[in-house]
């Protein structure tokens, strides 16, 4: 069974407060992804990368099709479920790590890298051992970890994020340009769990500017110029 | 998470006189689940928020809410005394205005252990001891207890009006506007606070909120009220990010950046 099959997504957006024109974005995006394989979609910006990661997400509603997610057995459609369903796809079966880290005041950089540990019901202690283990792989120094990231410099909350986004197992994983703020050293640790993960069966959806993160992880191309709504004539 | 919600409401309206308040409002709150319900001035969530919470009869429509002992009941067709044991124990209500939910004239310790002796409690000491413990977890000194809460700053007396609300151990909770009028640093402490309280305890929340950051942090769920009526709803972060309503869209690209 495919980890997650997108079927038919398509999305345009209205602008209500520009007299409510319409943007149509993309169409028609099918694609497949198996357990253990990773999924770039390319294409220049503006294509529908973000978007189509951010429908498969469940964070933008979609104009049609649907985003087929393993779960107990069954094959989910996020694109359709309701709102608590798509909260319990987000808690087992799909995970997200965004570009930029949200930050929470006071929250110390571990407890953010823990809390999905700990929401899983995970005893706080251990959850913050590993939260300390993910922060030291991605070389972010000991003295950070009890501070809130909101200070902190644009890489040292990517990894921040990096942590908190691959320190649970969910068997989909969205990877919005995980390595955009980091140096080589980082973008190669980064590099080296997403290789962990795939031998996990971790089946990965993701954007990568980067041209040497790409070749590095990607397994297949899916290039997002091949779902460009044709325009009406 | 339990198979079954804890509150369901339908088609719940409520007229003063022929001025509208709210219209045709249905949603079911699951164990756990926060909703925020948002929108400007007038849109008439705090009027939903009351009758939610049963300070006012609906028009027409129903509430059912799932008691302790797992019977369905409609929270309007209580005795005075059912929704009094409802209100003091299983619910919270958490006033914009902490004067509107404290005694301000009796003590710290005594606000909190009101609560408790409201359910029974009659053990000196242990009210005193649970007082003590829920002023710890709300971040107030123990050397504070004695003090009334008229010598609070607006922020300490914020979180003393939810730990009086907390000590019962309820499972669901009504917040208007928590934070609305405190500093900003206040806030952020406040709504860490809440955040944790919750996520610990597993609340369910129905917060009113004007803050769309406040909404995002804090809530699973939210819906948009415009003039009495719910135009948008569903999961926060899918409304946030891709509003589809005109006014919604409004709200959303009417933030502040900082």
């Known amino acids: 069974m495919t980890a997650l099959s997108v079927r038919n997504l398509a999305k345009t957006f209205t602008m209500h407060l520009r007299g409510g024109i319409s943007l149509p974005v993309v169409e028609n995006v099918t694609f497949d992804i198996n357990p253990g394989e990773c999924v770039v979609l390319g294409g220049p910006s503006g294509a529908g990368k973000s978007s189509i990661l951010k429908m498969v997400y469940g964070n933008y509603g979609v104009d049609g099709g649907a985003v087929l997610i393993a779960h107990d057995g069954a094959q989910v459609d996020l694109a359709s479920a309701d709102p608590r369903t798509v909260l319990t796809l987000r808690r087992d079966a799909i995970g997200y790590v965004s570009q930029f880290l949200r930050t929470v005041p006071r929250v110390s950089a571990l407890d953010v890298a823990a809390e999905p540990l700990v929401v899983r019901g995970i005893d706080k202690a251990e959850a913050q051992g590993r939260a300390g283990e993910m922060l030291s792989r991605l070389n972010l120094p000991e003295r950070l970890w009890g501070l809130p990231p909101a200070t902190f410099s644009g890489g040292e909350q990517q990894r921040v994020n990096i942590a908190r986004g691959f320190i649970t197992h969910h068997p989909v994983l969205l990877l919005d340009e995980p390595t955009a703020s980091l140096d080589a050293a980082n973008r190669a640790v980064v590099v080296d769990m997403i290789a962990q993960k795939k031998r996990c069966g971790v089946a990965m959806l993701g954007i990568f500017h980067d041209e040497d993160v790409r070749s590095a992880v990607a397994d297949r191309i899916v290039d997002v110029t091949g779902f460009a709504p044709r325009v009406a004539a | 998470m339990s198979d079954e919600p804890l509150l369901r409401v339908s088609n719940l309206t409520k007229y003063y006189g022929s001025r509208l308040g709210c219209a045709d409002v249905s949603f079911e709150l699951w164990p756990g689940e926060v909703l925020a319900i948002v929108g400007e001035s007038g849109s008439g969530k705090t009027t939903l928020l009351n009758t939610l919470s049963a300070n006012l009869e609906p028009t027409s429509g129903e509430a059912l809410y799932r008691m302790r002992m797992g019977e369905w009941r409609n929270i309007y067709e209580l005795s005075e005394a ?139 769920r939210m819906m948009v009220m415009k003039d009495g009526h719910v135009i948008e709803a569903g999961l926060t972060d899918r409304v946030l990010d891709d509003p589809r309503e005109p006014y919604t869209q409004l709200l959303v690209s009417s933030i502040l950046q900082v």
């Open chain 2, 82 to 220: 059912e929704r009094r044991f409802l209100t003091r124990t299983d619910w919270g209500f958490v006033h914009q205005n902490p004067a509107d939910g404290l005694r301000m004239t009796v003590s710290a310790g005594a606000n909190v252990g009101e609560r408790l002796m409201a359910v029974g409690d009659r053990h000196y000491g242990r009210i005193r001891d649970t007082a003590l413990d829920w002023l710890g977890r709300v971040e107030i000194a123990a050397d504070r207890i004695d003090d009334q809460p008229r010598s609070f700053s607006g922020g300490m007396r914020q979180r003393l009006q939810i730990a009086r609300n907390l000590v019962t151990g309820p499972r669901l909770i009504f917040m208007d506007e928590p934070t609305g009028g405190l500093d900003v640093s206040v806030q952020a402490r406040l709504l860490d606070l809440l955040r944790q309280l919750v996520g610990e305890l597993g609340l369910s929340a129905i917060v009113v909120t004007h803050d769309l950051a406040v909404a995002r942090l804090l809530s699973h």
